[in-house]
């Protein structure tokens, strides 16, 4: 909104101009945003459950013990954050900020009333599996469309130059519905420790902020070989946005966590992550760069394969970070390991970048 009304002015408001310099206000109108409402919205979500997440009976004891009685739904405030600074910094006359955003924010609503019914009815079991895998399809398949209708049906292929495959509509709809479903789910299934996704998040959307950034200019994506996306790099100031919105979420997430951001956060989050690679043409990176969320999604199902197929399970406990909790690994040090991890696969692909 502010470049809408300010970056056709001189003088200092030439500033509105640059990308980097939105996307820097954006993150730090996020952070304030949080600071600011941050009490406020923990007060409001502890005062209206009175016993906070219902903690899983066949989770670790720790969390029995530690975690019950903490309120929920701390998504909110990463949403409310991210969606006031992008409205106030990025172009809101660009498609690809209204997709990402709007795929956010849905999935963002599935997950909040998903919370909604696990609070109120006091059990870890909220909306139905099918009926959320099917709304959150319909909502990656209409963003899958809508991209279509503003670029080619085409993907980028990791360490091919000028290279994108290109995809009949029938298959592209329903790759982008895996990628964008896929990244949702996978983040929520992370979200089991404090601020154990926050972070990996925050690496990601740094990572993919400057992919969207190179991808949207017509010299850097020819310099590096990569797909070139008219209009793309205004998601760096969104990318901004979900780096300030969740490390101002982070400052009240820290062990041991004032409030959780339940699936109201974790499937907007990865919603949010799967969209913006879909608009830059690198969903495979998502793979490499998501990688501890990938991790975890396929602990998940080695574990239920495992047990159905041979009657064992392979994992103490799945996802993997509760198998390593199961070993005796305090929580922070698997929090700050799953980090550093996350950080060395994010370096790893934007490396991938180059090799082309």
């Not at 503003?150 to 509509?169: A, E, N, Q, W, Y």
Request: aromatic residues 10%; hydrophobic residues 50%.
């Amino acid at each position: 909104m502010l470049y809408y009304f300010l970056a056709d002015q001189e003088g200092i408001f030439n500033l509105f101009r640059y990308l980097t310099f939105r996307t820097g206000g954006a993150v730090l109108t996020a952070l304030v945003i949080c600071f600011i409402f941050g009490p406020k919205i923990i007060r409001a979500l502890r005062s209206k459950q009175k016993k906070g997440q219902p903690i899983r009976a066949d989770g670790p004891e720790s969390h029995i013990i530690n975690k019950a009685g903490t309120p929920t739904m701390g998504g909110f405030m990463i949403l409310l954050a991210l969606s006031v600074s992008t409205l106030l910094w990025a172009d809101i006359s660009n498609p690809y900020v209204w997709i990402v955003l709007s795929v956010t924010l849905s999935f963002g609503a599935i997950g909040f009333y998903d919370d909604y019914k696990k609070v109120t009815k006091q059990t870890s079991e909220g909306l139905s599996g099918k009926v959320k895998f099917v709304i959150e399809c319909a909502i990656a398949g209409l963003a899958g469309y809508a991209l279509m209708e503003l670029s080619d049906p085409s993907i980028g292929v990791p360490g091919l130059k000028d290279f994108t495959l290109s995809m009949l509509p029938i298959l592209y709809i329903p790759f982008i519905m895996l990628v964008v479903v896929g990244a949702a789910n996978s983040v929520n299934l992370t979200d089991g420790l404090d601020g154990l996704a926050t972070m990996p998040v925050v690496i990601a959307a740094s990572a993919f902020g400057l992919i969207a950034y190179i991808v949207g200019n017509t010299v850097l994506s020819g310099y590096l070989g990569v797909p070139y996306v008219a209009g793309s790099g205004e998601l760096a100031v969104f990318c901004g946005a979900l780096i300030g919105a969740c490390l101002g979420f982070l400052w009240f997430n820290a062990p041991p966590a004032m409030v959780f951001m339940g699936d109201t956060g974790s499937l907007a989050l990865g919603g949010a992550l799967g969209s913006i690679a879909a608009v830059t043409k690198h969903e495979i990176i998502l793979a490499v760069i998501g990688g501890i969320f990938v991790l975890e999604t396929v602990s998940v199902i080695v574990q239920v394969l495992s047990f159905k197929l041979t009657g064992k399970r392979v994992f103490r406990m799945a996802p993997i970070h509760h198998h390593f909790e199961q070993k005796g690994w305090a929580e922070p040090t698997i929090v700050i390991r799953f980090w550093i991890i996350s950080l060395i696969l994010a370096l790893v692909g934007l490396a991938s970048l180059k090799l082309r």
